[in-house]
């Protein structure tokens, strides 16, 4: 369980992207979602991208079916690269225990009750660990483990010694 220690934090940073599909016939209005969609009344694209819920589709309220559908209309419509990426992360969320979902959740709203400067260096840290060697990452997450709030916050004015400079801010 230690090695998730990070893990809520970084998914909230990174965030769950919405997902998308192509030619799906537009969801139930969001704020009125009438009755339930069985999963055979899905299209052949629609379950194609929402086939990790297929087990769960039908137990889902009309409201999180709506949602998820319309979170499905453009999946196809992103590069190839960008959804492998969001495959991998709906992957972790699977694999991780209610308890960690759950802290997962409540480190995302922590997130963005944080004040504008707090949150951009957050994120500004984020992406520095993402550039870091396997290893520096390893040893990075055992020094987190060990601070206070205090101390990680204090942390992240401050690049780890032999870290990467961050990437430039996209059209730089």
């Known amino acids: ?6 893990l809520p934090l970084l998914l909230a940073l990174a965030g ?5 599909a192509q030619d799906a016939p537009p969801p139930p209005p969001a704020s009125a979602p009438s009755a339930p969609r069985p999963w055979q009344s899905l299209d052949p694209a629609q379950q194609e ?25 453009h999946w196809v419509t992103l590069p190839p690269d960008r959804r492998e990426e969001i495959r991998q992360r709906i992957a972790r969320w699977q694999q991780m225990t209610p308890e960690e979902r759950q802290r997962a959740r409540e480190n995302m709203h922590k997130f963005h009750r944080l004040p504008p400067q707090q949150r951009e260096r957050l994120h500004e840290a984020y992406e520095r660990f993402q550039h870091m060697p396997p290893d520096q990452r390893e040893r990075l997450l055992q020094q987190w483990r060990s601070q206070t709030i205090e ?11 032999g870290a990467p400079p961050p990437p430039p801010p996209p059209g730089h």
């Open 49 to 73: 991208v929402l086939a990790p819920l297929r087990d769960h589709w039908n137990t889902l309220p009309p409201r999180k079916q709506a949602h998820m559908l319309k979170r499905a209309e």
């Open 16 to 20: 769950l992207a919405p997902l998308h």
């Open 1 to 6: 369980m230690n090695r998730f220690a990070l």
């Open 151 to 161: 101390q990680r916050l204090r942390g992240l004015d401050r690049p780890p010694p």
